[in-house]
Antibody, heavy 120, light 111 residues
């Protein structure tokens, strides 16, 4: 059974760096042909694809946010970490992590999401 | 502004059919057969309903179907049920540099 869960701060100040952790079970990122991605959703708004890391450390980023994002994995802990620099109130959103296979182009298992508010 | 265009709302009565469109470009929807549809109930994570334009994951009712013509993909929900009331998002592969893009979402109301 595949499960994912996001963790991190619920409140960050403008200009700070956000670090989110996705802890998963039911699969491994070493090596297994899978990937873990991050997607966010501002309150009442649409989903936005952020970043994706594959089992072989191949990484992809949203072009519009690439300069602010870093995605890494800790295979020993079954975790994927997303950092986003220079946070702004417009980055207030629920952040989801999700599982996919590297031969697919959709996310089949999602975490419950974590709401991050950016405010001074 | 989302990369893919969806109508903000759609509605239908129980038992009826409703179709939601998702319009992109030849660089995403029109260029690949990798369109997906997600269902999201309030306060919940998205759930995959359709992948690769028209394929249904195990457990998704066959009332849900997908298709594509040119740069526009469509999700059809037949035999509407109350539990189908949710937000629906399309997604498409958009090439190796812009891996995937989402639509703006459509709120489906069952009257």
């Amino acid at each position: 059974q595949i499960t994912l869960k996001e963790s991190g701060p619920t409140l960050v100040k403008p200009t700070q760096t956000l670090t989110l952790t996705c802890t998963f079970s039911g699969f491994s990122l070493s090596p297994s042909g899978v990937g873990v991605g991050w997607i966010r959703q501002p309150p009442g708004k649409a989903l936005e694809w952020l970043a994706l890391i594959f089992w072989n450390d191949d990484k992809r980023y949203s072009p519009s946010l690439k300069s602010r994002l870093t995605i890494t994995k800790d295979t020993s802990k079954n975790q994927v970490i997303l950092t986003m620099t220079n946070m702004d109130p417009v980055d207030t959103a629920t952040y989801y992590c999700a599982h996919r296979y590297d031969f697919d182009y959709f996310f089949d298992f999602w975490g419950q999401g974590t709401l991050v508010t950016v405010s001074s | 502004q989302s990369a893919l265009t969806q109508p903000p709302s759609a509605s239908g009565s129980p038992g009826q059919s409703v179709t939601i469109s998702c319009t992109g470009t030849s660089s995403d929807v029109g260029g690949y057969n990798y369109v997906s549809w997600y269902q999201q109930h309030p306060g919940k994570a998205p759930k995959i309903m359709i992948y690769e334009v028209s394929k249904r994951p195990s457990g998704v009712p066959d009332r849900f179907s997908g298709s594509k013509s040119g740069n526009t993909a469509s999700l059809t929900v037949s035999g509407l049920q109350a539990e189908d009331e949710a937000d629906y998002y399309c997604s498409s592969y958009a090439g190796s540099n812009n891996l995937e893009v989402f639509g703006g979402g459509t709120k489906l109301t069952v009257l």
